[in-house]
Structure formats: C-alpha cells, structure tokens
C-alpha cells in the first residue's frame, strides 16, 4: 500500500499541517511528519475534511442499472468528497431481506470506492403493510441500522409505532419520509401561490409537518430515536426545535436543492426541478438554512436520485421526482454560506455518528481511519450535466457555477480519487 | 401601416410639392374621365395607407369636374401579400365596398407608389374573393419602375426612373401631415 | 408579436387588443361568399390533440384551413409517455416534417412549455391540464367585448370550480390585462390555495356578487369532484352554486350569461338560463373561429425565417 504524505493541507481549525497515510490510517499529524517513501501530496492552499457522509442515497441497483449502479453512484460519491454513503432501499427488488441488503453491501465493497451502507425497509415492499425482517437485516453482514421505506411515507401510525419500537432491540433508527400520503394525492409541487398558477396539484407543507409531530410524538411515547428525512419546510423546523427542546430523541436531514432552490423553478416546466419533497418558497428555503446554523436540523444528505432520460426529458406530470446531489452537494452547501467546519461537522461527524458509521466522521488524527476529502476552498466550477459520473444527468444545476472543487479524497488509505478526477 | 414619415429638412429631395401633388391628381381624375365616359360604373378602391385617402381625393376631384358622385372603397390586401414570411405580420385594416357592391362594374385600384407589382397582385387576389367587376384598372400617383410582374397602371400621375437604391415617399395630408413626394436615398 | 401563445399572460395589453381587433376583422370575412384566405398558403398547421376535444380541434381546423395552411390532424387521444411514443419523441417527429405552427391539447399542465423548447415552429396551447387555455379566454374576452362592447372596467364574475379551470386562469389573466375585475366564486374547497395572489377578488357568495356583475362566466364542474369531497352532493352544489333563472333575475338587465363548454346542465347552469337570449354559448362557438384565425395569423405571419 502506498504512503502518502500530505503537505500544508488546512485542517478545519485552519492550521496548515501536514498528515502522513500510512496502511489506512493517519499515522502522523504535524510540520514534522515524514515517511520514509511517501508519495508527497502538495495540499497547499487545501482544505481536509474527514470524508463525507450521506445518509441518503439512491444507487438504483438492483433494478434500474441504467439509471445508476451501485458502481457509477460510488464514482460520483467519491467525486463529490463521499467516503460513506446510505444505499436507501427502494431498489428492485426492494432492500428487504438479508439477501438484498447483503447483494448491495458487497456491490459496493467490490467497486470500494466509498463504504456502502444499505439502508433497510421498514415493511415489505415498501407497501405500509407488514414489518420487514429487520432483526434479519441487523445481523446480516451488511449489518443494517437505519431502516426506511423513503420514497414512501410509513403512513399508518400503528406499524409506525411497532417500528421505532422494535428497532432498539439492536439500536437501529428509522428514517421517515414524511408525506401524508392522503394530503398529496396527485401532488406535483409545493402547494402556493406558482401551483396555483401553474396548474399544478399541490404538495402542502402540512403533510410534512403533521407526520414529524406525529412520529415525535410516538418517538417519545416508547423511547426511541427517529430520523427525519429531507425537512423541507419553517413548520418542520418549527415543530423539530420543540422536539428538541422537549428531549425526544429526533434527528433531521436537509438536502442541498432544499437549501438553495425555490418552487420558482417549476415555472419552466423542466421535471429536472421535480423533486419529492418539493422545492419549497424563500422563507422556508431561509429557515432551512437558518435550523441548519443552529442545530435544529442536523445533517445535510443528498436524497441523489438518479432518473432515465425518457423519465426526466417529458411533461412535469409524468415525470419521476428526485435529483442528482452526490457531485455538487459540498460546493452548494458552501454557496450557501456554510464554513468548513459546519460543513465538516452536517455532512461527516454528525451523519457518520447517526448511522453508526465508526470509521467514519473522525478528523484527521493518528490512528484514525484516512478516510478524508481535500477541497481547494478558491476553485469554482461550472456543472455540465454530460460531465458527471452519474449515469444519470437530472442535476438542477446545469450551467450554474459553483464554489470549491474535490481535489482528493481518500478511502482507508487508498485515494479514490486525485486531481479531482477518480482514480478508476 | 399608416406610421407618419418625419419630414427633416435633410431628408431626400422634393419629386412634388404640394401645389404640384394636387395638379397631379386632378390630371388623373381627368384622364379617368376620359378614358372612362364620365366615370359611368365606375368603383375606386384604395389600397392601404395612402392609396385610401388618393381614392377619396380622386372621387372628390371627379363630383366637382362632372358633378357625378363616384363611390370611393377600401380594399385592405394584407392577407393576401405573399411577403408575410419577410416582413412579418401587420395589423388588418377594414375593407369597404360600395353599398351595392363591384360585380359587373368596372373598379379602378388606387395607390401611392407602382413599384414591383406585388401589392397589385395581392389586391387583384383579394378582388377576385369579393366579387366578378367587369373591368379592373389600376391608377397610381407615381410609377418608379423596377416591376417584378407583368403589371402596369392605367393612369399614371407622375413616372419617377429611380434607382434600386432610392426610396419614394409619398406624404398625404390625411396621414402625415403634409403633401409632398420625396425621393430618398436608402440607408 | 410573439412567438409562442402558451398562456394568456404572453398578451400585453396591446398584443391582446391586437388579437381581438384582427379577430374582428375575420369576422367580417366570414361573411363573405368566399371564405377562404390565401394568407397561409405553404404553411403546415399540426393538431396534436393528446386529450378529446372535437369542439376546439374542429376550431383550430377551421380557422387554419380559412386561412389555407396545411392541416395535419395527428390524434395521440389515449396514449400516454407509459405506453408509446413520448412527447419528445413526437415533437421530433413533427420538427422533421416542419411543422410552421403546432395546435397542442394536453392533460398534462405544462406539456405545451415543453413541447415549444423542442420544436422550431409556433407552439399554441390548446388546453393544458389544469393550467391555461388562453385561445379559450381570448374568445370569451372577444365575447365580451363584442356584446358590452369594451372590457375596460367590466365586472366578471367566474363561477365554480376554479381549482381545476384552465378556462379560469387564462381568463383571469387576460381580463386583468385588459382592465376587467375579475371576481372568482365558487366554495373554498375549489379555489386554490394561493388564489390571493391572482389579480382577482374571490367570494363564496354567488348570490352577492351576482347583482354588480356584467359578465358571469359558469365554469363546468364534473360530477365526479363530489368523491372526492369537494362538495357534499350536486343538489348542494347546484343550490349554492349553480345558475337558474331564480337567480338570473339578480343579474343586472345588460349582464350576459358565459360558458366555456362542455354544459352540465342542471349542474352548474340551467337548461332555461343555457338557452336564454343573455346567454353567449353559440356566438362563443362561432367567435372561436374568428379569434383562432387572428392567433394563427399573427403568430405565424410574424415569424421570420
Ligand atoms: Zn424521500
């Protein structure tokens, strides 16, 4: 295994220091760290991130490989400074048995270019129904402990309940995608004044809303920890910080498109700015922004969601909702203002400890795991869609520019990717 | 359509003025007069803009030489120009007949400028949607050559051989303001 | 003048007198013994037609063949992106045939918008979901004025389910353009949320907004809106909601009675206010075709090759 040495990369208390990789981990951290045979990175002027975490990523394998595979999602995560990504379970089949999990825990070791944690369902097919074998996926060798049936809502607050209970049994966590799935029946956008003009049914930020308080509430009620998928609205957050203040045991994501884009963008018609849960008016766009700040929501993960062409390229109607995120998630994040140590903190050390990622989300320190990202801070880029890893090209950011670049990112010692481009 | 032409000092050299514009026009209302046994069934049909007020000078001129009234019409041709694709669309004016209509009655079109033809064309295109005249004839107060049709007029007010390059701008009381035939150089 | 009619918002308010006033002018055409107009000779005009509407294709046929283009009817009435070609696709198709001008009727809102980012020529929403159908309020405005002869300062009240109308929105936007107030009316559950911000006023009272009206405009409402809660039943409906003679008699004497068609009669307007002299439904039909020639002509006319 080569050693690498890393030289004058900013650490996010924005000394420059130098870090030796040596056989997976930090092995040094200082001006006057050497190694013997080290191939020597320049890293001035970069700054290191413990490598990023998404909690939420569609790798659509099984079942629509060419949309994405677990292979090309990877690519992209490692691109975008990903060194551990959620795989969620709507694939097909759908992540619900031992044997699917375990199927996609190996796809991912076997292209080993970001750890690949699958998520579980939380019942049967995703179809609200029945309780999947969760214990069976807990202990399988993909070691399962988030469970969610995101993209769908569990709706009934009985199997709710049953879930977030059982879970503790090996201390797993549900992730809930909240959405009344009565309140949004046919719905295509945020329910306000553009649907209102552009025809468009409804989403209305109620049905989010009344599913967090509900699921808080019955968090509290048997003690256990909740997840709260891509918040997208003041009401959520709203109804979060009381959660919070309250002590139930609560956590929250937010997805870069939430915390940049607005509902504005369904007026060209382009799905490419369908996304579930929608894009959301400038005042909840500033209170995303502003929980995010203060720790009422707790991580940014990308909800990346690759679609076909022919599943983009058609009316808004008939279009799949979901965006590409892996690639563009820390420049956007860092358009919106966040610093490198918030950045480090909602998109690795916060997401690595909720999904119980150990190796994870550490700063770099001897003995620690090199799993790492070095961004150059001054770099701008322009996002052409044709340009990604994806095999997908739904990004909403077309032809936008954007602040920081991935130059490296390391897994366990092994660089993913170097000079910004991926190393396979 | 109708748009005032600015009337700059600079702006080209005077062809008529005034004085010599209404001379022009009584000599074809006498020739029409002539050439037509007292204007007995005769129709005049102005084509927009300035061929509208022409026809109505033409048919004032016409009462006071003879003291027969001869009905003076609108005949709007923008459908039917076939320069849409170049010059793009332009708002639609009223046509109006003569109350008992142009069938079996000899109908005189009025313009400003005979210049390629294509503006007759359409008319007599849009004519033959209107009605079965017995004879259509053409007047027109200047003839600046250059036709792209087999078309000529039949009462003449004035010919001007100009050059490709050359505009004539016919100016009417009735829509700018003044009397006055100006040739200009195009820009 | 503009390229594509897409929603009655691409009107300004000279653009849409524009409209109205050629619109005129081919209604004196079309007195005329020959009917026909060789003003779009060479043209193709394409009726895609993803939704049945007999009524507004026959319209846009009529006015496109009075006008001599190229008709090509291409019924895609039934298919759907699941099954068959995508719109994409089609739109692909009808580029390479070069279509000048492209007449589209959708169930999908916003299907138009993106047919016009695919094809060179002319695209005119002819419907689109529950968005808009602004040849549908240009005729209504032409309606109008024609009967009360200005819009300027009209009160039009639009009646029903608001929520699902493209007749609505196209109206609203075009009326607001041309000096008209609109008042939208129906129960709450069929306004949309986010009305406020419509340059109209709403109210759930017909029986109050009725005697300062000059205009009412009854939007069809389907039966089947009841399951899903919109209202408790078509008899609380038609009582609250619907347009009888009863109620006519509050209308002010000059005040015409609207509707876009297709009726329920019984439902939202009664078979004797239908067919009362107020009421505009036929001379809508037969306006249709004038003010559809008027859009062809000008966006087609206006086109620069
Ligand atoms: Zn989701």
């Not at chain 1, 030289?7 to 220091?17: E, F, L, N, Q, R």
């Not at chain 1, 049967?124 to 214990?135: D, N, T």
């Not at chain 1, 930020?205 to 891509?230: F, K, M, P, Y």
């Not at chain 3, 549908?136 to 109008?144: F, H, I």
Request: hydrophobic share 45%.
């Amino acid at each position: 295994m080569t050693t690498y040495l890393i030289k004058g990369a900013a650490i996010v208390d924005g000394s420059a220091t130098d870090l030796l990789i040596r056989d997976g981990v930090v092995a040094a951290v200082g001006r006057d760290a050497t190694g013997r045979g080290a191939e020597v990175i320049d890293a001035d002027g970069l700054v290191a991130l413990p490598g990023l975490v998404d909690l939420h990523t569609h790798l659509r394998e099984p079942g629509r490989e060419d949309a994405e595979t677990v292979e090309s999602g990877s690519r992209a995560a490692a691109l975008g400074g990903y060194t551990a990504v959620c795989a969620m379970a709507n694939t097909d089949p759908v992540a619900d048995t031992a044997g699917v999990v375990e199927q996609v825990y190996r796809l991912g070791r076997a292209a080993g270019l970001v750890d690949v944690q699958p998520i579980g369902a939380v019942t049967v097919g995703l179809a609200g129904e029945r309780l999947a074998e969760l214990g069976a996926m807990a202990t399988s060798a993909a070691r399962v402990r988030i469970f969610s049936d995101d993209g769908h809502c569990v709706a009934d607050p009985r199997l709710m309940r049953r879930a977030l209970e059982y879970v503790k049994a090996f201390d797993g966590i549900v992730a809930q995608h909240a959405e009344e799935p009565r309140l949004t029946v046919g719905a295509q956008m945020h329910e306000g004044d553009v649907s209102a003009r552009l025809g468009l049914t409804g989403w209305p930020a109620v049905a989010e809303e009344a599913i967090i308080a509900r699921d808080a509430l019955l968090a509290e009620h048997v003690g256990s920890r909740l997840h709260i998928c891509h918040v997208s609205t003041a009401g959520s957050v709203e109804i979060l910080r009381w959660a919070k203040q309250r002590g139930i045991r609560v956590t929250a994501e937010v997805t870069p498109h939430h915390l940049l884009l607005t509902d504005t963008r369904a007026e060209s018609y382009d799905p490419v700015f369908k996304v579930n849960p929608p894009l959301r008016p400038s005042a909840d766009v500033a209170a995303l922004r502003a929980a995010l700040a203060e720790g009422v929501i707790d991580v940014v993960a990308t909800d990346h969601a690759p679609h076909a062409v022919e599943d983009k390229e058609c009316e808004w109607g008939y279009a799949r909702p979901g965006m590409l995120g892996l690639e563009t998630a820390l420049s956007v994040v860092r358009s919106v203002g966040l610093s490198w140590d918030a950045i480090a903190t909602r998109l690795s050390r916060v997401p690595a400890r909720i999904g119980g990622l150990t190796e994870h989300g550490q700063d770099p320190a001897p003995g620690v795991p090199a799993n790492l990202t070095l961004v150059d801070p001054a770099a701008t880029w322009t996002v052409d869609p044709a340009a990604l890893a994806s095999r997908s090209r739904n990004t909403p950011y077309a032809g936008m520019t954007l602040p920081a670049r991935v130059v490296a990112t390391f897994l366990r010692g092994s660089p993913t990717v170097l000079d910004g481009k991926a190393v396979r | 359509m109708g748009h005032p032409r600015t009337a700059g000092p600079a702006a080209g050299k005077t062809i008529l003025t005034s004085a010599e514009l209404a001379r022009v026009v009584d000599r074809i209302a006498h020739q029409i007069l002539e050439k037509t046994e007292g204007a007995r069934d005769c129709a005049l049909l102005g084509i927009p803009t300035r061929g509208v007020p022409l026809a109505r000078r033409l048919a004032a001129r016409i009462e006071a030489f003879e003291g027969n009234a001869v009905p003076a019409g609108v005949l709007d041709i923008t459908l039917y120009r076939d320069d849409l694709r170049l010059r793009g669309t332009r708002a639609l004016g009223p046509t109006s007949l003569p109350t008992d209509g142009i069938d079996a009655r000899r109908v005189i079109l009025v313009d400003d400028v005979l210049f390629s033809g294509r503006t007759v064309r359409a008319a007599l295109d849009a004519l033959k949607d209107l009605g079965r005249p017995r004879v259509v004839q053409l007047a027109v107060l200047v003839d600046r050559g250059h036709r792209e049709l087999p078309i000529r007029a039949d009462y003449v007010g004035k010919n001007i051989p100009t050059a490709l390059t050359e505009s004539v701008h016919v100016l009417l009381t009735e829509v700018d303001g003044l009397d006055e035939v100006r040739l200009e150089e195009k820009h | 003048m503009i390229r594509h009619l897409l929603s009655a918002a691409d009107l300004d308010a000279d653009n849409a007198t524009l409209v109205l006033d050629t619109a005129a002018e081919m209604a004196n055409l079309a007195g005329r013994e020959v009917k026909k107009l060789p003003t779009l000779r060479g043209r193709t005009v394409v009726n895609l037609f993803y939704e049945d509407s007999t009524r507004t294709r026959i319209s846009f046929e009529a006015a496109a063949k009075r006008l001599s283009a190229d008709v090509i009817n291409f019924s895609a009435k039934g298919s759907s992106v699941s099954k068959g070609e995508s719109l994409k696709d089609t739109a692909l198709t009808l580029q390479a045939m070069g279509a000048d001008a492209v007449v589209i009727r959708h169930s999908a809102s916003g299907a138009p918008h993106r047919l016009a980012t695919w094809v060179d020529g002319s695209v005119l929403n002819a419907g689109d979901g529950t968005h808009e159908h602004p040849t549908q309020a240009l005729l209504d405005a032409y309606t109008m004025r024609a009967r009360l002869g200005r819009l300027d300062g009209l009160a039009v009240a639009i009646v029903g389910d608001v929520l699902h109308s493209r007749v609505a929105r196209s109206n609203v936007l075009l009326l607001h353009t041309l000096g008209a107030r609109v008042t939208l009316v129906g129960p709450p559950t069929l306004l949309p949320v986010g009305v406020d911000a419509w340059p109209a006023k709403t109210s759930y009272d017909l029986d109050a907004v009725l005697p300062d009206a000059d205009v009412v405009m009854m939007l069809r409402v389907q039966r089947e809106r009841m399951d899903d809660a919109y209202f408790p039943s078509v008899r609380e409906y038609s009582r609250r909601y619907g347009l009888d003679a009863v109620r006519m008699r509050k209308l002010p004497e000059h005040a015409i009675v609207m509707h876009p068609g297709p009726m329920n009669r019984g439902m939202e307007i009664s078979p004797d206010v239908a067919d009362s002299p107020r009421s505009t439904i036929v001379e809508q039909v037969a306006n249709g075709v004038s003010v559809r020639m008027a859009v062809l002509y000008l966006l087609l006319g206006g086109q620069h090759k």
